[in-house]
């Protein structure tokens, strides 16, 4: 069976990132996790990225873990550690917010978490007229990803990117945070290269290419022959 591409730094990002919000699941749960965040997955092969792929990209990232020790902005956060980690005081109330829906969902917030929180909260102002002046739930989701890119970031290189090819993910996301900004032609235009990866690896092996959609086509089939005899 073709092995796909190489795990690149961005697929590796959301191995890393299911793992810690998922610490139980097994490598082919990430696996189907991995293939549900990224484009064009159904084109890579159906055992992509691999267990063994997996396994040894964590136990890399237990074993850097355990050489750098405990950080303590892994710690959960209370207002209490205000006092070692300064956060500004107009925003501490949206903090408390999200600090406050963290533990709704079961996931209490992290130092870490509450730092970021206080970074981003300007960019979750509600527009449309809600009574609720920022959008708590989605500020949560995106300082949680952040507090999770720093940690693993943090482990690589001393936390220093140094090429395109390390940033462009990081830029992607960045540029999600201004609807104005998104849409620039830039931006746009990383997309597309963020892609030609893929495509490369596409052009090499066009004969799997051929076999997949040859394969993807007989299962519409048989999936169009079930629901007419369900319909029956």
């Known amino acids: 069976m073709p092995r796909g591409p190489a795990i690149n730094k961005s697929v590796e990002r959301i191995i890393r990132t299911v793992k810690k919000d998922h ?7 990430i696996r189907g996790e991995v293939r549900s965040q990224i484009p064009n997955a159904k084109l890579y092969p159906e055992n992509w990225p691999s267990d063994d792929s997996i396994q040894k990209l964590l136990k890399k990232d237990r074993e850097e873990r355990i050489k750098a020790g405990p950080d303590p902005k892994d710690k959960l ?5 205000a006092n070692v980690y300064p956060i500004p005081a107009e925003a501490l109330p949206i903090v408390l917010k999200v600090w406050a829906k963290a533990l709704e969902f079961n996931r209490p917030l992290t130092i870490r978490e509450a730092l970021w929180a206080a ?17 708590i739930f ?8 952040y507090a999770t890119f720093e940690s693993i970031e943090a482990l690589e ?8 090819e390390e940033l462009l993910s990081y830029w992607l996301d960045d540029s999600l945070l201004l609807k104005e900004i998104a849409h620039l032609p830039v931006f746009k235009a990383m997309s597309a290269e963020f892609q030609v990866g893929f495509e490369k690896w596409a052009d090499e092996h ?7 959609e040859a394969a993807a086509k007989q299962t519409r089939k ?7 005899d369900a319909q029956q």
Not at 23 to 29: G, I, L, N, S
Not at 77 to 81: F, G, K, S
Not at 138 to 145: E, G, H, I, R, V
Request: charged share 30%; proline share 5%.
């Open 23 to 29: 610490p139980d699941m097994t490598a082919k749960e």
């Open 138 to 145: 989605q500020l949560l989701f995106c300082a949680k990803n």
């Open 206 to 212: 066009p004969e799997t290419i051929k076999e997949w």
């Open 222 to 228: 048989e999936m169009k022959e079930l629901l007419k």
């Open 157 to 164: 290189k001393g936390g220093s990117l140094n090429s395109r």
């Open 77 to 81: 956060w209370a207002l209490i550690y």
């Open 119 to 135: 970074k981003l909260y300007p960019f979750f102002k509600n527009k449309d007229g809600s009574s609720d002046t920022y959008n």
